[in-house]
C-alpha cells in the first residue's frame, strides 16, 4: 500500500495492485509538473500559506472520488442497483478522469491563457490524447484516452460518473473548497465532509442523475456546503489583493507580448514555440509541460530590469508587491472617473491602457454558477439550471432542490456574488478619488 499524508484526508492510500494504474499515472512527467503549479496561484500574496498545488488537489479529488464510489456501491436497495453496476463498471476510468482533470492548468492560469489564447481545457485535452506519457499509461491499461477526455467534458454517457467530478457536489469542488480554506486560514470555508459522505445519495431528478443527499439527514451539511462557498468566493477568490496581483501579471504579458512583436524582448523559447504554432496543440504540448510558475517567476525577475520603463516598473511592483489600490466603482460616477482617468493619464505622462485597470470579479479560475448566476425569484425549479442543481432525495427517490426547501440557499442564490472595482497606481489613487486638492 502507497500511503501519502495529506493535510485534508489525513490519510490517501493507493493500493500497489489495484492501484496500479493512478500510480503510474501519477509518475508521469506531466503529473509531476503540477507539483510547480500553484492551487491559487498569485492568492499567496494574501494568504501566505495558499502555497499548495494542482498536485496535491488532484490527488485529494482521487481520494474523494473512491470515498464517493465506495459509499455509493455499498447502498442497499434495489433502486440503487442500476448505478451502482455502472458506476462500478466504469471505477478506473472514473479515478484516472479524478486524477487528470487539472493537468492542463499553466502557470498562473488565466494569464497565461490570455497570452496564448488557448484555456486550460483544451491543454488537459491536448495532454491526454497526444504523445505524452500520461496517454501511453492510460493505453497500456486498457483504459480509451478519449472516454477520459469526454468524462472531464461532460459528454460520456455515463452521467452518474460525470456527475461524480463535476456538478454542484462534485468531488473536484468538495476538495478544493476545503483544501484552500485549510491553506488560506479561512476557516469558514470547512464544512462536515465526514457527514457529508454519510448521507450521501444518487438518484434522478428532472431527468438527470444527480448526486445529492439525503433529505432527511442531509440539509443541514448542504447549507454549510452553500455557505463555505459563499464566504470563500467574497473572501479568497474575490479578494481585492489577489484580483490586483492578478490584473498586474496579467497586464506583464500583454507588455511582454507587445515588446516580442516589436522584436525587443525575449521570451521563454517554450512559450515562443507555443505563440508561433498557434492552434496546434498537440505539436507544441512538449513544449507546455516545461512552462511551470518557476518559469514565469524567472523571467518576471529578468523583465523588473528591462530597459522598457512599464515592463519594469510592472515586474517590479509584482516583485516588491506594490499592487495597485482598488477603489469601489459605488464610489464614483463611471464618467466622472474616466474623466480624472484621463486628464491624469496626460498629466504623466502614464499609460492608461497598463496603470488605470477596471475589474468585475465574477468569474476567476473557480466556477460556481450555483451562486454567481442570478435566479430569478418565482422562476420554476424545472427551468433553472436543470444541470447544475444540489438535489436532496427522500426515502423513494424523489428529489428536491436545496433552494427550494432551505430560506437560507434560496436568499443566497437571489444575492449575484459580482464585484466591480477599479485599480489604479497607489501613487494617484487620492487624486482621482479626492478631487484635485492633492496635486
Excluded at 137 to 165: C, F, M
Excluded at 214 to 237: C, L, P, Q
Excluded at 264 to 277: F, G
Excluded at 350 to 366: N, Q, V, W
Amino acid at each position: 500500500m502507497k500511503t501519502i499524508r495529506d493535510p485534508i484526508h489525513n490519510i490517501v492510500q493507493f493500493d500497489k495492485n489495484n492501484d496500479k494504474l493512478l500510480l503510474d499515472l501519477i509518475d508521469t512527467q506531466e503529473f509531476q509538473r503540477l507539483r510547480h503549479i500553484k492551487q491559487l496561484g498569485l492568492a499567496s500574496f494574501t494568504y501566505p500559506g495558499a502555497e499548495h498545488t494542482r498536485f496535491a488537489h488532484s490527488l485529494g479529488v482521487t481520494h474523494l472520488m473512491k470515498r464517493f464510489i465506495d459509499k455509493i456501491c455499498s447502498l442497499k436497495e434495489d433502486r440503487f442497483i442500476p448505478y451502482i453496476k455502472e458506476i462500478g463498471e466504469h471505477r478506473s476510468l472514473a479515478l484516472s478522469a479524478a486524477l487528470l482533470h487539472d493537468i492542463g492548468h499553466g502557470p498562473f492560469s488565466h494569464a497565461l491563457e490570455k497570452t496564448t489564447g488557448v484555456r486550460h481545457e483544451k491543454w488537459t485535452i491536448a495532454i491526454i490524447q497526444g504523445d505524452t506519457e500520461v496517454n501511453s499509461v492510460l493505453k497500456k491499461y486498457g483504459i480509451n484516452p478519449q472516454e477520459v477526455v469526454d468524462v472531464i467534458q461532460r459528454t460520456h454517457p455515463s452521467k452518474a460518473v460525470v456527475k461524480l467530478l463535476s456538478s454542484q457536489l462534485d468531488t473536484d469542488r468538495i476538495d478544493y473548497l476545503l483544501r484552500d480554506s485549510k491553506m488560506t486560514g479561512a476557516g469558514y470555508g470547512t464544512f462536515d465532509l465526514e457527514w457529508m459522505i454519510n448521507v450521501l445519495t444518487i438518484g434522478e431528478h428532472n431527468g438527470e442523475i444527480e448526486v445529492g443527499l439525503d433529505i432527511d439527514k442531509g440539509i443541514s451539511i448542504a447549507e454549510d456546503f452553500v455557505m463555505a462557498r459563499y464566504y470563500m468566493y467574497t473572501n479568497v477568490y474575490f479578494h481585492k489583493t489577489t484580483r490586483s496581483a492578478e490584473l498586474l501579471i496579467d497586464k506583464i504579458f500583454s507588455r511582454a507580448l507587445e515588446l516580442y512583436n516589436e522584436g525587443n524582448i525575449d521570451l521563454p523559447d517554450d512559450l515562443v514555440s507555443i505563440l508561433t504554432r498557434k492552434g496546434q496543440l498537440h505539436e507544441t504540448v512538449a513544449n507546455y509541460i516545461n512552462l511551470t510558475d518557476n518559469t514565469i517567476w524567472h523571467f518576471v525577475n529578468i523583465w523588473t530590469n528591462h530597459n522598457d520603463i512599464i515592463l519594469n516598473d510592472l515586474s517590479s511592483r509584482l516583485n516588491k508587491r506594490r499592487f495597485f489600490k482598488s477603489i469601489n466603482s459605488s464610489e464614483l460616477d463611471p464618467l466622472e472617473y474616466w474623466k480624472r482617468v484621463i486628464e491624469i493619464s496626460n498629466k504623466y505622462g502614464i499609460s492608461r491602457e497598463y496603470y488605470f485597470l477596471r475589474d468585475e470579479a465574477k468569474s476567476s479560475s473557480y466556477k460556481d454558477s450555483y451562486l454567481i448566476q442570478t435566479p430569478k425569484i418565482g422562476e420554476e425549479g424545472i427551468e433553472r439550471e436543470a444541470s447544475e442543481q444540489i438535489v436532496l432525495f427522500d426515502k423513494n427517490g424523489n428529489g428536491t432542490e436545496l433552494s427550494y426547501i432551505s430560506d437560507i440557499v434560496n436568499g443566497l442564490r437571489n444575492k449575484k456574488i459580482s464585484i466591480e472595482r477599479y485599480f489604479v497606481p497607489d501613487e494617484y489613487k487620492n487624486e482621482i478619488i479626492g478631487g484635485y486638492q492633492h496635486v
